[in-house]
């Protein structure tokens, strides 16, 4: 069993940079992958990025080249570093444990002028 717990999210305007945070506990060594998501008001929840145990990274085209995903100490710690933030991005934001039903309670990330 692990438990995610979410950190970072707040109010930023237009161009600005946030640091998302995840810390995991539990049983940690059963992780394979981690990815974030985000869900808008009245959209779907959608993938972000995503992190694999070789250190490979993928991300949704919306987020190229804007949003980095890492981690410290294995899964410990996952990150999402987002800079020029742009309104679209304005959601609550969740890691997951992929491949399982694992998730967070969620951060709120508002892009505003």
């Known amino acids: 069993q692990v438990r995610l717990v979410e950190s970072g999210g707040g109010s930023v305007q237009p161009g600005g940079s946030l640091r998302l945070s995840c810390a995991a506990s539990?049983?940690?060594?059963?992780?394979?992958?981690m990815a974030w998501y985000r869900q808008a008001p009245g959209k779907e929840r959608e993938l972000v990025a995503r992190?694999?145990?070789?250190?490979?990274?993928n991300y949704a085209d919306s987020v190229k080249g804007r949003f980095t995903m890492s981690r410290v100490d294995t899964w410990n710690t996952v990150l999402l570093q987002m800079n020029s933030l742009k309104p679209d991005d304005t959601a609550v934001y969740y890691c997951?444990?992929?491949?399982?039903?694992?998730w967070g309670q969620g951060t709120q990330v508002t892009v505003s002028s």
């Open positions: 997951k444990v992929l491949g399982t039903t694992t």
């Open positions: 539990g049983s940690l060594f059963s992780i394979n992958a």
């Open positions: 992190l694999d145990a070789d250190g490979s990274a």
